[in-house]
Nanobody, 116 residues
Framework: QVHLVESGGGLVQPGGSLRLSCAAS????????MSWYRQAPGKERELVAT????????NYADSVKGRFTISRDNAKNTVFLQMNSLKPEDTAVYYC?????????WGQGTQVTVSS
């Protein structure tokens, strides 16, 4: 059974930083790309960042380029999202996502609130 468990969210002031983690289990983590999505109140879920299975390539939404960094540790089955220079518009529930050959899996989400 696949499990994706996010952690690291919280309340942070504008300009601050947070590091999200997603611990994965139940599938061959190192074989698949991983992504972070987010969903703000009243908005659709959007893709934030993706990393390839080996971690050599990454892609980011234009809104977070230069501020967020996605990385992974295949030995620990964990994917990370380092978020710097946070803005109020980054406030959302952040979800970890895994796409295997047969299915798509989601974590339960972690709330990130950027406010003074």
């Amino acid at each position: 059974q696949v499990h994706l468990v996010e952690s690291g969210g919280g309340l942070v002031q504008p300009g601050g930083s947070l590091r999200l983690s997603c611990a994965a289990s139940g599938f061959t983590f190192s074989s698949y790309p991983m992504s972070w999505y987010r969903q703000a109140p009243g908005k659709e879920r959007e893709l934030v960042a993706t990393i390839t299975s080996g971690g050599s390539r990454t892609n980011y939404a234009d809104s977070v380029k230069g501020r967020f960094t996605i990385s992974r540790d295949n030995a620990k089955n964990t994917v990370f999202l380092q978020m710097n220079s946070l803005k109020p518009e980054d406030t959302a529930v952040y979800y970890c996502n895994a796409k295997t050959y047969t299915s798509t899996y989601w974590g339960q989400g972690t709330q990130v609130t950027v406010s003074s």
